[in-house]
């Protein structure tokens, strides 16, 4: 079994731990399951590859989807997500998530989150694709970092609750389709360890570093749904990847996110001529799906010979705007834009992925024993296209699905206590990973990106297969092993592409460029 591991090992030889639930990940899904999973009962052990904050979750600008406006309800939110999915949402996923959501919110304010506030209460903008003002958001535009705020500290308060940082990872231990727990290299030490878990929770984060332009942070290199993949574990939908459309795009810039708010507070998208176009695109112009606004920019950035588009906000108040994106407004002004004055240069870029790691409506996985929320899973209920702000949201309703179904059986659970063990891998092969890792990102950004064709995504499979060499050979350090888990989800990502013969929400091939009845259905892989 040449693929299965990533290194050579005997649990017999390594120091081990247990129990009963072993998190994987530290933003909201895995932090919020702990805290969860800890007041249930259950002891927690949360495994993270760098600290604490190095999340997904912290770099979240825009807000949390909830319907909690005296006008909004939970039908309408659920008929927004269904309309953006474009006909690949999981209905009964949908229904948990806009139902379950206003509570869970209400819940993180309960532990201390600050939402902003104006006169009538919680201040809910609108985002695109979304039917009403739904969307909190705080400190302007810096949600996820108000949210990783409050998680972590109620984290670190809990004694129940233990946080490894620098913890990596490699392998989950799995026999007879039953988890057991994990394989983890202690980064410091350069060490590994066994987490032995009734219940193991993949919170992972998504894999947007695949792409050499991404918002995400360095932590997203699709660990989790590699892991799983090896394990045996199904992976479903990873041909939809979104793609953000308005990603500032300034020389010497890094490619950092402007807000999906800040179209939902009025501002206009132009293209190289100062024209704005989104009018011809959709009726619901700058606040049609994400999809359509990145195909709509790539059009226009191609009929203009230019690498970007605008954003702009030049007609909106600008005490107003610099007050509800204060965090834009600073990054951009630190490279010499007013936003006030000046239009934003954005291109869309890798942002969230909509597949995963397969799990019905309580988190489990096609494992026993493992489970999956956030980013890393995919329970159905994004379909082909996120609706804006529904991420987050997603994490705090599943993790809590996850332990209201677990909690009543971990205490009369008791596993066999198996041992586990690989010594067939090679040595490892002397070459350049961190070129490699490189190559890797420039490719899948040129053949597997928001534009896809048949001959492209070809050609990125034969890049694939001219690395499959490595799969058979261990690997020495962290850095190491998330280039080999970067392989394996670049091409679950590519194969899933060229089998979808069809265009539907991020997925979009220029050979099969519309949607077809007799492919509303979903590409499961299996190893």
Request: glycine share 10%; with cysteine; proline share 4%.
């Amino acid at each position: 079994m040449p693929e299965r591991y990533m290194v050579n090992f005997d649990t017999r030889d390594l120091p081990q731990e247990e129990e009963e639930y072993v998190i994987l990940g530290s933003g909201i899904a895995g932090l919020y399951t702990a805290l969860a999973a800890s007041v249930a009962g259950g002891s927690v052990t949360v495994l993270t590859k760098q600290t604490m904050m190095d999340t997904g979750t912290d770099k979240a600008q825009g807000g949390i989807a909830a319907a909690l406006g005296d006008s909004d309800s939970p039908a309408l939110h659920r008929e927004d997500t269904l309309v953006a999915g474009a006909g690949l949402c999981d209905s009964e996923a949908v229904a948990a998530l806009v139902s379950e959501g206003p509570d869970r919110v209400r819940e993180l304010i309960g532990l201390g989150a600050i939402f902003d506030r104006d006169s009538r209460g919680l201040a809910l903008t609108r985002e695109g694709a979304h039917s009403q003002r739904r969307i909190l958001h705080a400190s302007g535009d810096a949600t996820g970092a108000e949210i990783q705020r409050v998680l972590t500290q109620r984290v670190k308060e809990n004694e129940k609750i233990r946080v490894l940082e620098n913890h990596y990872v490699v392998d989950l231990l799995v026999r007879e389709n039953t988890c057991y727990g994990v394989l983890a290299y202690d980064r410091q030490n350069k060490t590994y360890k066994v987490f032995r878990g009734k219940a193991v929770v993949l919170a992972t984060g998504g894999l947007g570093r695949i792409f050499e332009h991404n918002t995400n942070p360095e932590i997203a290199t699709g660990d989790g749904i590699s892991i799983a993949f090896r394990a045996g574990a199904e992976v479903m939908d990873m041909e939809f990847l979104q793609f953000h459309p308005t990603v500032l795009n300034l020389p010497g810039a890094p490619r950092f996110l402007i807000s999906e708010a800040v179209r939902g507070e009025g501002a206009y998208l132009r293209n190289n001529r100062g024209q704005r176009f989104m009018l011809h695109y959709h009726d619901l112009a700058e606040l049609a799906p994400r999809d359509i606004v990145v195909r709509a920019i790539l059009k226009e950035m191609a009929a203009t010979n230019s690498n970007k588009v605008f954003l702009d906000v030049t007609h909106l108040d600008p005490e107003e705007v610099k007050l509800r994106f204060p965090n834009i407004t600073r990054t951009c002004a630190e490279y010499g834009l007013d936003i006030t004055v000046d239009r934003i240069p954005v291109a869309p870029a890798a942002h969230y992925m909509m597949g995963g790691v397969k799990t019905n409506l309580v988190g489990e996985t096609s494992i026993r024993g493992l489970y999956a929320c956030g980013e890393v899973s995919c329970p159905g209920v994004h379909g082909a296209n996120r609706l804006a702000s529904n991420s987050l949201l997603e994490g705090l309703v599943f993790g809590g699905r996850i332990v209201d179904e677990t909690k009543h059986f971990l205490k009369d659970y008791h596993p066999r206590r198996l041992e586990f063990a690989c010594d067939w891998l090679l040595e490892p092969v002397q070459i350049d990973y961190a070129s490699l890792r490189k190559e890797l990102e420039v490719l899948m950004g040129e053949k597997v990106g928001p534009v896809r064709s048949g001959s492209g995504l070809q050609e990125a499979l034969k890049f694939f297969d001219k690395w499959s060499h490595l799969k058979r050979r261990r690997v020495e350090t962290a850095e190491q092993m998330e280039v080999k888990n970067m392989l394996q989800v670049g091409e679950l990502l590519a194969e899933a592409a060229l089998a979808r013969r069809e265009s539907r929400g991020g997925h979009y091939r220029v050979d099969y460029p519309d949607p077809h009845q007799r492919w509303q259905k979903h590409i499961i892989f299996r190893r």
